[in-house]
């Protein structure tokens, strides 16, 4: 039987149209279009865990009017919002002896610190590894933004944005790169129900980049893109302590553009034989186009690059032979931790829900705490690089402590 006579645009588009509405359907019945994501409250154990206290000490703080009470529940457990786990860690920083200890951030002299997440092999875990990351460092204090460089826009629908649905029109970071009548980059920043993390959506707009860059290159030369998102993001800087960038699956300007902005990049790695040899090219390729645009005046110093082992099977043979031979090649450039594969992952992924948003009780309580346990071991090696990093080139130094 031969396919009906019909040209290959409007049988696509039929398909996108018929997902589409009925991804729209699914949505409104799930998730009310004026519905808003909400983190959840915590426990005492989970909120003394961020604020890096023990949870006896947490309790004798409330019981002697050191620090504001917060909501108990029937059962008389006390039940935290972020908004009082902010309030928390400023009014024990403000008492503390030593400046940092509660509110991790930058200090005169520390830099900005831009993370890019990369890889272009698809389903490596970058937005996986984004999503915690960025929400990891804004739960312990941290003032954060989250970057979604992906037209495909999973960081932004983990988040709660549906790229079709709520940014019909503009609202990427496409709008403050862009060539003609670029908007501050302000304008695109959203907050989250997260405090402390603020995230830039991304959608197809962000494709427009890659097709405008090249005439843009052909009137200005490469310096003309590659230094479009450091630029953006110079207007905000003093506002955050770092910048997360969730990177498409592949090389092009806005990735290039987002290396040539990073302090540190992470390279996420699924530990397989084929997915090091894609990575090996990725390696190259990199190598290669930043080079170009070194040579075009692109100032590519970096604090650091990790790589990440994602999606690790524990106990896997083969998977464990190949962090091991990664980790012989690459030495202290793995990170130490690794991110587990675990159903905790894929499953709260399911409900558009990172391991900190989902509910432990919807879990076996060893599923959920492993995952958990790897993802915290991952993002709190990463956020201890920053400390180095502010420590080594910062005005901590030089700072009595
Ligand atoms: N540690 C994990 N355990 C279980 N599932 C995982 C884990 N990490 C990621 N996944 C799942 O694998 C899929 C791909 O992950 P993710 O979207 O993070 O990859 P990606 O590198 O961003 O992909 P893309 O290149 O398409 O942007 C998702 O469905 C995610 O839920
Ligand atoms: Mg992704």
């Known amino acids: 039987m031969s396919e009906p006579e019909q040209d290959l645009d409007i049988a696509i ?3 996108a149209e018929l997902l589409a509405s009925n991804l729209h359907a699914q949505r409104a019945a799930h998730f009310p279009p004026d519905a808003k994501k909400v983190m959840r409250s915590l426990t005492s154990g989970e909120a003394a865990e961020l604020l890096g206290v023990d949870h006896t000490y947490l309790r004798k703080l409330h019981r002697e009017g050191k620090i504001a009470d917060v909501e108990t529940t029937a059962g008389s457990h006390r039940r935290y919002t972020l908004d009082d786990v902010w309030e928390i860690r400023h009014a024990l920083e403000a008492n503390a002896k030593k400046p940092g200890t509660y509110v991790p951030g930058r200090r005169a002299g520390d830099e900005l610190q831009i993370v890019s997440v990369v890889n272009f092999k698809g389903g490596s875990g970058k937005t996986t590894t984004s999503a915690h990351l960025a929400q990891r460092l804004a739960l312990k204090g941290y003032r954060v933004l989250a970057i979604d460089l992906d037209p495909q826009a999973s960081l932004s629908a983990l988040h709660g944005i549906q790229p079709e649905l709520d940014l019909m029109e503009g609202g990427t970071l496409y709008d403050a790169v ?15 129900y997260i405090r402390g993390l603020d995230l830039i959506p991304g959608n197809l707009e962000l494709m427009e980049f890659e097709h405008e860059t090249p005439a843009a290159i052909q009137r200005g030369g490469a310096r003309a893109f590659f230094a479009r998102v450091r630029d953006a993001l110079d207007s905000v800087e003093a506002d955050y302590d770092v910048v997360v960038i969730d990177c498409p699956p592949q090389l092009g300007f806005l990735t290039m553009s987002a290396l040539s902005a990073s302090s540190g990049v992470l390279v996420t790695v699924h530990p397989q034989m084929l997915d090091l040899m894609s990575m090996s090219q990725f390696l190259r390729m990199t190598a290669d186009l930043l080079g170009v645009i070194r ?4 100032n590519l110093r970096f604090d650091w690059l990790r790589f990440l082992p994602t999606r690790y099977k524990v106990g896997d043979a083969p998977q464990t032979e190949v962090i091991a031979f990664i980790r012989g090649l690459f030495g202290r450039s793995v990170l130490t931790n690794h991110m587990v594969e675990s159903t905790a992952i894929s499953d709260a992924g399911l409900t558009k829900q990172t391991l900190y948003e989902a509910e432990k009780k919807d879990f076996t309580r060893q599923t959920f705490d492993r995952a958990i346990d790897s ?3 991952v993002n709190d090696e990463i956020a201890a690089i920053i400390q180095n990093t502010w420590a080594k080139n910062g005005g901590r130094n030089g700072k009595k402590t």
């Not at 040579?295 to 692109?298: E, I």
């Open 13 to 15: 588009g039929h398909y």
């Open 178 to 192: 862009r060539y003609d009548e670029p908007v501050p980059i302000s304008d695109v920043i959203r907050k989250t």
């Open 295 to 298: 040579d075009a005046g692109a």
């Open 375 to 377: 993802m915290n071991a």
